[in-house]
Structure formats: structure tokens, C-alpha cells
T-cell receptor, first 111, second 114 residues
Framework: KQEVTQIPAALSVPEGENLVLNCSFTDSAIYNLQWFRQDPGKGLTSLLLIQSSQREQTSGRLNASLDKSSGRSTLYIAASQPGDSATYLC??????????FGSGTRLLVRP | NAGVMQNPRHLVRRRGQEARLRCSPMKGHSHVYWYRQLPEEGLKFMVYLQKENIIDESGMPKERFSAEFPKEGPSILRIQQVVRGDSAAYFCASAKGGSDTEAFFGQGTRLTVV
């Protein structure tokens, strides 16, 4: 059974810092991995999708890596801003095409 | 191309009533997922559907909950005889299908059972 874990559960950093969020999964038989952002009381916004054959994806200040063999992904946020404050969720598409989510990392960027 | 549309955004039901949640996938998407999110918790998978087929309902409670995705019209998540514990945000996602496609989420329906 695929399980997805995200650490840390919460993170508070001053504005301008670079930071790394971690995601691990137990079964390497995945089709892809997606990072989402969720603001309080809102839906999910897709940030980055990494196909199983890829190692990383970049979008603006965000960079996501995937190491399928070790069951790990990281989301790197450069030069953090208060507007980056949100919950970040990692999800893998497993071998039966289900999206399995981690519990998320709550990020607070202090001005 | 409109995103994934869920309605209603907020739904209040008394205990014992039925709740019907609707999800219209993005144009061209034939795969729909439903998730439940309790306050301060992550998203829990409920059901995965393709047009006219339930592919995986392993996350759905055996009683009172059902889902459908008809050939025409939106996907419906139906909760019969709601109880207070059903209060949660219910999110729908759609994807084109296949292994390398991105899932897009709706804004969710927040169900409150009073």
C-alpha cells in the first residue's frame, strides 16, 4: 500500500530565505508526482508535475526533484515571500492511477 | 477552458438529510477523483471514476455514500442520511487520463451537517 509522508509538518521562516520541503513515498512504482499549494479554506493549485521518467521540474522560484528509486521528492522555494505562506501538498499517482496525498507542510513566511 | 467546477461551494444539511455534490471536470477530461478533507488534515481518497465506470471506490464508506459519473453531465457524490461526522470539505479533481497527466482540482464543497 502506497504511503506518502511529508516533513516537516510545519515550517516558519523569515522572508528571503531559501527552503526545502520533503516528500517520501513507500512504493517506487509511481507514474508521476505532483506538488500542490492550498491556501486556507481554498482548493488546491497545481504547482509542478514530475513524470516518472523525469528528475526535476522548474517553475519560477520553484524547483521540484524526484528520485524514484529512493522514494523521495523535494520542493525547493527560492527567496521566499510572505505570499508563499500556504500548505504544500505532495501527491503520487500510484500503479492503479490513484492520487495519494501526504499530509502537507504548513509554511509561514514572516515579513 | 474553465477549470474544474464544483457546486455548491457551501452546503448545510440537517442530520438525516441527503447531500448531493456536483463536479464538472475540465473539458476533455474523462477521469474524476473525489477526496475528503477534515479540518487541519490531509486529503483522503474516496473514489476514482471514468465515464460510466467506477474504477476504484476503496476509500469510500460502504454505507450511505455513492458516486457516479454519467455519460452526460457532472459527476455526483451522494451522501444519504448525513451525520455530523460527514462535515468536511469535499474536493473533486479531473485528469485527461493515462499515467502522465496532471490532475486539476475544484474549489471544493464545504458540507456542514447541523
Amino acid at each position: 500500500k502506497q504511503e506518502v509522508t511529508q516533513i516537516p509538518a510545519a515550517l516558519s521562516v523569515p522572508e528571503g530565505e531559501n527552503l526545502v520541503l520533503n516528500c517520501s513515498f513507500t512504493d517506487s512504482a509511481i507514474y508521476n508526482l505532483q506538488w500542490f499549494r492550498q491556501d486556507p479554506g481554498k482548493g488546491l493549485t497545481s504547482l509542478l508535475l514530475i513524470q516518472s521518467s523525469q528528475r526535476e521540474q522548474t517553475s519560477g522560484r520553484l524547483n521540484a526533484s524526484l528520485d524514484k528509486s529512493s522514494g523521495r521528492s523535494t520542493l525547493y522555494i527560492a527567496a521566499s515571500q510572505p505570499g508563499d505562506s500556504a500548505t504544500y501538498l505532495c501527491a503520487v499517482m500510484d500503479s492503479s492511477y490513484k492520487l495519494i496525498f501526504g499530509s502537507g507542510t504548513r509554511l509561514l513566511v514572516r515579513p | 477552458n474553465a477549470g474544474v467546477m464544483q457546486n455548491p461551494r457551501h452546503l448545510v444539511r440537517r442530520r438525516g438529510q441527503e447531500a448531493r455534490l456536483r463536479c464538472s471536470p475540465m473539458k476533455g477530461h474523462s477521469h474524476v477523483y473525489w477526496y475528503r478533507q477534515l479540518p487541519e488534515e490531509g486529503l483522503k481518497f474516496m473514489v476514482y471514476l471514468q465515464k460510466e465506470n467506477i474504477i476504484d471506490e476503496s476509500g469510500m464508506p460502504k454505507e450511505r455514500f455513492s458516486a457516479e459519473f454519467p455519460k452526460e453531465g457532472p459527476s455526483i457524490l451522494r451522501i444519504q442520511q448525513v451525520v455530523r461526522g460527514d462535515s468536511a470539505a469535499y474536493f473533486c479533481a479531473s485528469a485527461k487520463g493515462g499515467s502522465d497527466t496532471e490532475a486539476f482540482f475544484g474549489q471544493g464543497t464545504r458540507l456542514t451537517v447541523v
